[in-house]
């Protein structure tokens, strides 16, 4: 069984475009995350959301939303899409937001914007 | 601003050679410290990880890796690597209070020749 799991693996768009990124996870965390991974592998985490708590790196751009349905799910909004935002963006749980509890990461969505 | 540096981008070793791989960080407070691991493919996962006690801590794989608070430090070592662990590594740093928001390094490229 796969723990956390994105939708879709590739994603290749036109700038200007507003695309959605799923990512569901099976463990019952109470924690999840979102990471943006740039052409050169540098990881820097975009959000955090716990229990309808959000909290946001102040770097991310206000076009990026994190919607969540329910604890089993973050979804990734990103409205009109740029050349920069081509990148690989990982999901991750854990199971609650304390410092030091382990992250489980999804396996990665390509995003490329042309 | 709390930072994380990894000295060796790219590293080739031969099988059977020793490794070390360098992660400095920047915050002076309590810190949780991670190892991550990337085989080609894959999505992240955890070798090990740091929160208080002993400060060489033993991961998966034979990975183990030493805290030391006075150099701000966390290598990542083995005593002897195989083709399999050719991968990219990162360190990764959270503080008590920053809401499990881990800060990653730029990440380690190992080869490993047969």
């Known amino acids: 069984d796969t723990a956390v799991s994105q939708t879709p693996k590739y994603l290749v768009t036109q700038m200007g475009n507003d695309k959605s990124i799923k990512c569901e996870q099976n463990?019952?965390?109470?924690?999840m995350y979102w990471y943006k991974q740039d052409s050169k592998k540098f990881l820097k985490i975009m959000f955090s959301y716990n229990n309808k708590e959000l909290i946001i790196n102040e770097t991310v751009p206000n076009r990026f939303s994190p919607k969540s349905p329910d604890k089993a799910h973050l979804n990734l909004h990103i409205n009109s899409l740029e050349l920069g935002d081509s990148a690989v963006y990982f999901c991750a749980s854990s199971q609650d937001p304390s410092g030091g509890a382990e992250q489980y990461f999804g396996p990665g969505t390509r995003l490329t914007v042309t | 601003a709390q930072s994380v540096s990894q000295h060796n981008h790219h590293v080739i070793l031969s099988e059977a050679a020793s490794l070390e791989l360098g992660c400095n960080y920047s915050?002076?407070?309590?810190?949780?410290l991670f190892w991550y691991v990337q085989y080609p493919g894959q999505h992240l996962q955890l070798l090990l990880k740091y929160f208080s006690g002993d400060p060489l801590v033993k991961g998966i794989k034979g990975f183990e890796a030493e805290f030391i608070k006075s150099k701000f430090s966390f290598n990542l070592r083995k005593p002897s690597v195989q083709w399999s662990d050719t991968a990219e590594y990162f360190c990764a740093v959270n503080r008590n209070n920053a809401g499990n928001m881990l800060t990653f390094g730029g990440g380690t490229r190992l080869m490993v020749k047969p």
């Open positions: 463990l019952g965390h109470d924690t």
């Open positions: 915050y002076g407070g309590t810190v949780n």
